[in-house]
Structure formats: structure tokens, C-alpha cells
């Protein structure tokens, strides 16, 4: 059975994150979105697992359903510890099963007197390799994958925080990691410069802060619809049950290149190491970003393709390619109205974004945004990378390209 999947994202119960992620919601738009499968996340919290028991039907098969949207028991975990004199910070999304195994996490870790209650992705005042280790004694089919690994602060690999191997930051624990998470600010490619992280089966989520973010990356599957069968996939990197990866341009992510956000400073790698990794402005030591991280620890050069990998697109949200082919923001209410009535005609934006015919694209809407589609779909766009907690910006249209007779009419 094909379907997508989004493994990582957030409840309203985690901080920073919209009122509206609730289970209704949270089915709404993965179906707007084309995702068929979707973590639950947070289900350390109390307040968020007497939702999910009290909505969710088991299917039989470890996972669950709400009005024919199914989700995994997921939740994210940060770790912030010191080891050897230095602070990390690490985040990772597990997994389960059944209710009856998040009981016993909820339990074993309150034991050891973290606070779960406070934040929907709490913060454990221990070692990654020793959260593992408890979680997986207490069901060895929870899975563990590391969170967005490249990714300043909270990361295996983060420049800031994290460490220069998996091996290092797990310990005898790493022969449990089967699967890592590339983010928002790297995609598969970027991550096969290293030959360290070819076994590793690579994943995309879109670690959603708000529903109309849901599916931004996620995971195109040809198996079972089962946890077990899920689980399996990606343990053994099977490319014939896991198709493809839907990934973000690297560069749109918050943390592709080096800089200093107060300091309006933007620099890719080589331009920060001309300048000692110092903030051109300020002078002090610059957010070195995921590019800039990669290259410190890559073996290969920019471009390698390992034998065995699992293949990528990269895509750009529909509701920003309609914005720029009507000169508007995102929110307004002409973009959503497009946006609502592509959805309606067409059915799902993964589909509408990479399998739509240009023909059927311009029977619900103008030829201007079924061009603004094609050209994200070929690669054709200029793209300002992210950098210190900034996100990337994309143009996909020239600045010489103008508006249509419709687009600018629908201006006023």
C-alpha cells in the first residue's frame, strides 16, 4: 500500500506551537496535505495522552485512527547534559507501539525525576545513550531516530552542541540507531558527503509547529500499513517499500548558512572561513550553519551518490508558490482562497505539487501559478539561503517576469 508518512511534529501542548494542533485539526489538514500517516508526537504529556486514548481506535497493527487518518505514537525527547566539560543538546523522535509501552516510559522516566509535565517535547537533564537504554529495556521495539542532525543547538551534529559521530554520542547504544532525521536545512545529499552515514536510513518530517505545516517533508512508503512493517523498512534502508524522501530546499531551512540574524549577516561557508568564523559586524563567533557543519565532517566531495540510497524531490509549499504568483503574503485571504480551491478540485497538495498534469493545473488555476508549480517541480528557482534562525527565501519568478492581466487584477 503506498502512502506518506510525517513522523515528527508537535502538539498544543509544546511550546511555541499553535493552539489548533489537536487531534481534529491534526486529521484536517494531513488530509489537505496527501499525508496518510501521521505522528501523534508529545505523548510524554498528560494532558495530550488523555486526548490521544480518548480519540484514537487501534488498528491491530501498532498504530491508530481517527475518521480515517492514521498516526504512530510519537513524541520528541531533548536531552541537555554535560559530559567531558561541554554542554549538548540533543533531540530525538521515538517511537512505540502501544499505549501500554508509553505508560511505561511516562513511568520509568518520571522515576528518575524528569519533568514531563510541563512541556509536551520535555527536556531530560540526562545522557541520550541512558534515555535510550530505558525505553528500549522497556520495549525493544521502540524505535529511536535522531532529530534534524544538523541543526545548530539541538543536534547529534550541531555545530553548537552536538558531537562528531553517532558512535560518540550514543556509546554502545549506536548499534540501536538505524535511521536519522536530515531536516529542514539539509537534504539526503548533503548527508551522503559522509560515508559514516551510509547504513543510516535517511528521513524527512516536517517537525510542524502549526497544522498548516504538516507534510512540508515527510516519507513516501510501499508497505504495510503497520508499525511493525513500517519499523522493519526502515531499519533494513529497503528501497523497494520506502520510495522517496519529500524534502524542503536546504537552503530554505532556518540554518543552511553561516551568520548573525541582529547583525543582518549572511555567509556561506568559505566566506565565514575567510574571516575566522567571525561576525564581520561584531566580531564575535558567527551561528555556524548546516552546510558550514557538513563540510568539517564530510569525506567526499560536494555531489557523491553512494550505491545504495533512497531517492529525493525537493518541493516548495503550494501556498508560498501561489503567493509569489499573485504578489501577495501567504496568509492573505486571495492565496487561501486559491489554495482552498485547488485543494477542493484537484485533492491533496503532495499530489497537486508532483503529479498534476500543467493542463490540469490550469483549469483551477491561472497559468501563472501552474508555471510558478512546474518550475519548483524542474529545479528552476533562485533561492536566498536561511541562516541563524532565518528562514531561506525562494523566488521562483524573475523580478522582470510581471504580474498577468489576471494576477494583477486580483491584486485590488
Known sequence: MKF???????????????KDLDIEHLTLWAKKKGVGLLGTADFTHYLW??????KLEPTGKGLFVHQGMHFMLTCEISNIYSK?????RIHTVICA????????????????GCNLRSDGRPILGMDIKETCRIILDIDENCFIIP????????????????F????????????KIYCIETGLSSDPAMNWRLSKLDKYTLVSNSDAHSPSKIGRECNVFDCELSYDDIIDTLKKKDGQRLLYTVEFYPEEGKYHYDGHRLCHVNLSPEESKKNNNLCPQCNRPLILGVMHRVDELADRPDGFKPKKIIPYVNRIPLEEIIAEAKGMGVSSKAVQTVYESMIHQLGNELGILS???????EKCASTRIAEGIMRVREGRVQITPGYDGEYGKIKIFEKNESLSGEEQLSLF
Open 4 to 18: 506518506t508518512a510525517d513522523f515528527h511534529l508537535h502538539s498544543k501542548y509544546s511550546r511555541a506551537t499553535s
Open 49 to 54: 495522552l488523555e486526548e490521544l486514548k480518548s
Open 84 to 88: 567531558n566539560g561541554k554542554t549538548y
Open 97 to 112: 507501539s502501544s499505549f501500554k509501552t508509553v505508560d511505561k516510559i511516562i513511568e520509568a522516566l518520571s522515576a528518575r
Open 147 to 162: 532529530a534534524h542532525v544538523w541543526t545548530p543547538w539541538f543536534s547529534v551534529f550541531g555545530s553548537k552542541s552536538g
Open 164 to 175: 562528531d559521530s553517532m558512535e560518540e554520542c550514543f556509546e554502545e547504544m549506536s548499534d
Open 355 to 361: 503529479d498534476v498534469s500543467r493542463k490540469d493545473l
